[in-house]
């Protein structure tokens, strides 16, 4: 009876740290952005140069892409933070530019989706 006892304690104390250790720590996805060009017709911008940064002068954080031809640059960071975005479009035949601004709040487990208008 003693064991029969001890075994009703000793049971549910073992399935308590039994359960504990296989919930295993998941990492967190790295924070992502993606920042779609578009010009002031509301159409897609291929080949657009895309620059996300921290300030002063991207000295932490830069990273420069070209938007592809749905007008998205895809972006993955190490940590938490705050950036600019600076967009520049060159014509093709180099007669005009088009630039545009915004900003990206990037946060584990999550991506953040900007929408820069050129003009």
């Known amino acids: 009876m003693k064991s029969f006892?001890?075994?009703l304690v000793f049971f549910p104390i073992l399935l308590i740290i039994m359960s504990l250790s296989f919930n295993s720590c998941t990492t967190p996805?790295?924070?992502k952005a993606?920042?779609?060009?578009?010009?002031?017709?509301?159409?897609?911008?291929?080949?657009?140069?895309?620059r996300v940064f921290s300030r002063p002068n991207g000295?932490?954080?830069?990273?420069?892409?070209v938007s592809d031809t749905n007008g998205q640059t895809f972006f993955e960071f190490k940590h938490n933070a705050i950036l600019d975005?600076?967009?520049?479009?060159?014509s093709?035949?180099?007669s005009y530019t088009q630039t545009g601004t915004?900003?990206?709040?990037v946060e584990e487990d999550k991506t953040y989706e900007e929408i820069v208008t050129i003009r």
């Open 5 to 7: 006892k001890s075994s």
């Open 102 to 105: 915004g900003i990206v709040i």
């Open 29 to 31: 996805e790295p924070p």
């Open 59 to 65: 000295s932490i954080v830069e990273q420069i892409k």
């Open 34 to 50: 993606v920042v779609t060009v578009l010009n002031e017709a509301g159409f897609p911008v291929h080949l657009a140069q895309v």
């Open 85 to 90: 975005v600076e967009v520049e479009y060159v």
């Open 92 to 94: 093709n035949d180099f």
